[in-house]
């Protein structure tokens, strides 16, 4: 098959089932690698989702300037999006995500503008966000897609990523678990698979520096991409049984740990979800099956502690 674009190329990432890193006695747990979609993470879905809807509803045109706060993927998707499809694309980031992020940016031809993080990740997010709208309300020509509010972000889940999982797996699926950035994968995810297996468990998944729905201090942390400070607009507060919290040493350690035991090659916030299956596998035991994201790839992280001796 040849491609028009690389857009035609997204999505239909594989599921593995970790080896090494389980127990016997732990239900299987299978990990869905994003790292290997178009743009190395599960943002490109998103990315896409919100732009393509914009363009049919007539939100958008060729004079369009594309603008969203993000830590991190979701402005790497925006701007290769945006790269396709020939719209201007500036993406507005906390200076504390990692310097590859910023790098991918502005490689795929997009403008970064950094906002300094003080050491309060929502804070900062919400300045980020608050840039974005001054944008706006200064140029006609600016979109925002605001992926923390947009419904389109949960739907390229719930409707494309959710059943992918669905058709790959085959088979009754006991549990899920995935961190919180804007929260559209939890919630696509989540409502997908739970209409399909009402008495499944799904637990929320944030760091413990950034554990806002567990009632905890908002700090800085380095599980990017999640964990953003805010509780935000699309979450299903209502889809997920439980929240478990992971630390920045935990998340790395478990994330080195796909690579050195299963070969897979993925960020810090894989580590995160991770961390959390193998507890949840523990929890359900064996003959039972966990599922959770990889949301991407390890290439965007040498300059963090993941690549550290």
Same mark, same amino acid.
Request: proline fraction near 3%; include cysteine.
């Given at each position: ?6 857009? +035609?190329?997204? #999505? ?5 089932? @970790? ?19 178009? #743009? ?30 993000? =830590? ?23 200076? =504390?995500?990692? +310097? ?30 608050? $840039? ?6 200064e140029d006609e020509n600016v979109f925002v ?15 494309? $990523?959710? @059943? ?14 995935? #961190? ?12 997908? @698979? ?54 920045? +040493? ?15 090659m993925c960020g810090i916030?894989?580590? $995160? ?10 929890? @359900? ?6 599922? $959770? ?17």
């Amino acid at each position: 098959m040849v491609y028009d674009n690389i857009i +035609e190329a997204m #999505g239909h990432t594989p599921i593995i089932r @970790l080896n090494r890193m389980n127990k016997p006695e732990n239900a299987e747990v299978l990990v869905k690698f994003e790292g290997l979609n178009v #743009g190395g993470s599960i943002k490109t879905r998103t990315a896409y989702n919100m732009i393509l809807h914009a363009e049919m509803e007539g939100r958008i045109n060729k004079d369009t300037i594309i603008v969203e706060p993000t =830590s991190g993927n979701q402005g790497i998707g925006l701007a290769l999006v945006g790269a396709v499809r020939g719209y201007k694309t500036v993406i507005i980031m906390p200076d =504390s995500v990692s +310097e590859e992020r910023r790098k991918l940016v502005k490689h795929y031809g997009a403008e970064v503008i950094l906002i300094h993080d003080d050491g309060d990740i929502g804070r900062c997010i919400q300045e980020c966000l608050d $840039t974005a709208l001054r944008m706006a309300e200064e140029d006609e020509n600016v979109f925002v897609p605001q992926q923390f509010a947009n419904v389109n972000n949960i739907y390229a889940h719930k409707y494309h $990523t959710a @059943l992918e999982i669905l058709e790959q797996t085959a088979g009754k699926i006991d549990g899920f678990c995935s #961190g919180i950035g804007t929260g559209g994968t939890i919630t696509g995810i989540g409502e997908t @698979l739970k209409s399909q297996y009402p008495d499944m468990l799904i637990w929320a998944v944030e760091p413990e520096n950034a554990a806002i729905l567990a009632g905890g201090n908002i700090g800085t942390h380095l599980q990017m991409g999640i964990g953003d400070g805010i509780i935000p607009d699309i979450l299903n507060q209502n889809i997920y049984d439980d929240i478990y919290i992971v630390t920045d +040493e935990e998340a790395i350690q478990t994330a080195k740990d796909l690579a050195s035991k299963e070969g897979i090659m993925c960020g810090i916030s894989s580590g $995160t979800n991770v961390a959390a299956a193998l507890k949840m596998a523990e929890k @359900l035991g064996k003959g039972k099956t966990v599922v $959770t994201i990889l949301p991407d790839t390890a290439e965007r992280y040498f300059s963090t502690p993941l690549f550290d001796e």
